[in-house]
């Protein structure tokens, strides 16, 4: 029996959300430059034409991936309010979210490391910046530790290399979440005050 124009739809939308479910789960192990448009379609088993047929490319995978998975799931941190209450207690704040990374289900926490880790690579930082726009952990560190450096109470020396290391801290908070602490990531980072 011959499918319907509506049967037709509903398969194309299942194919296009299993797509995107597996470049979630890629992009949040492998990160950005990790993911090969091979790699997802040796595990969607389909391909590459099919997969071009939903996306243009890598980055408009990548943009789906981020505006209909990751920015709608309402367990991200606020970057905003963290920016707002500025210095060590932005960073407090922050700090305090990552604390619960070790409760989150599977996809959760692949949303929340895909929205805090990316973009860690400055190329691809300068192709997304105008498309994340308020939405870089990199940058609210940035500006939560210069603060916090202004009022005294964080560590001294180059923000970027400070950034650097306590995003390889976060990457492993949520990588390994037994493993480390969001305290122990804000003692280090206020001198324990």
């Given at each position: 029996?011959?499918?319907t124009p509506?049967?037709?739809q509903?398969?194309?939308?299942?194919r296009?959300?299993?797509?995107?479910?597996?470049?979630?789960r890629?992009?949040?192990?492998?990160g950005?430059?990790g993911?090969?448009?091979?790699?997802?379609?040796k595990?969607?088993?389909?391909?590459?034409?099919?997969?071009?047929h939903?996306?243009?490319?890598?980055?408009?995978?990548?943009?789906?991936v981020?505006?209909?998975?990751?920015?709608?799931y309402p367990?991200?941190?606020?970057?905003?309010?963290?920016l707002?209450l500025?210095?060590?207690?932005?960073?407090k704040?922050?700090?305090?979210?990552?604390?619960?990374?070790g409760?989150?289900?599977?996809?959760?926490?692949?949303?929340l490391?895909?929205?805090?880790?990316f973009?860690l690579?400055?190329e691809?930082?300068?192709t997304?910046a105008?498309k994340?726009k308020g939405?870089s952990f990199?940058?609210?560190?940035s500006?939560?530790?210069?603060?916090?450096q202004?009022?005294?109470?964080?560590v001294?020396g180059?923000?970027n290399?400070?950034?650097?290391?306590?995003?390889t801290l976060f990457?492993?908070?949520l990588?390994?979440?037994t493993?480390?602490?969001?305290d122990?990531?804000?003692?280090?980072?206020?001198?324990g005050l």
């Amino acid at each position: 029996m011959p499918r319907t124009p509506d049967q037709y739809q509903e398969m194309k939308l299942r194919r296009r959300s299993q797509m995107l479910n597996v470049g979630l789960r890629l992009f949040a192990t492998l990160g950005y430059d990790g993911v090969k448009t091979d790699m997802v379609t040796k595990a969607l088993r389909c391909s590459h034409g099919l997969f071009f047929h939903y996306f243009e490319n890598k980055e408009d995978f990548f943009l789906c991936v981020w505006n209909e998975l990751v920015l709608p799931y309402p367990g991200l941190p606020n970057y905003s309010s963290c920016l707002n209450l500025g210095g060590v207690e932005g960073l407090k704040s922050l700090c305090d979210y990552y604390a619960k990374s070790g409760k989150l289900d599977a996809k959760s926490l692949q949303k929340l490391k895909i929205y805090t880790l990316f973009p860690l690579n400055e190329e691809v930082n300068k192709t997304f910046a105008k498309k994340m726009k308020g939405h870089s952990f990199q940058a609210t560190l940035s500006t939560l530790l210069k603060q916090g450096q202004a009022q005294g109470k964080v560590v001294a020396g180059p923000v970027n290399e400070i950034v650097r290391a306590a995003l390889t801290l976060f990457e492993k908070l949520l990588n390994e979440p037994t493993s480390l602490s969001s305290d122990l990531i804000y003692n280090l980072l206020t001198k324990g005050l």
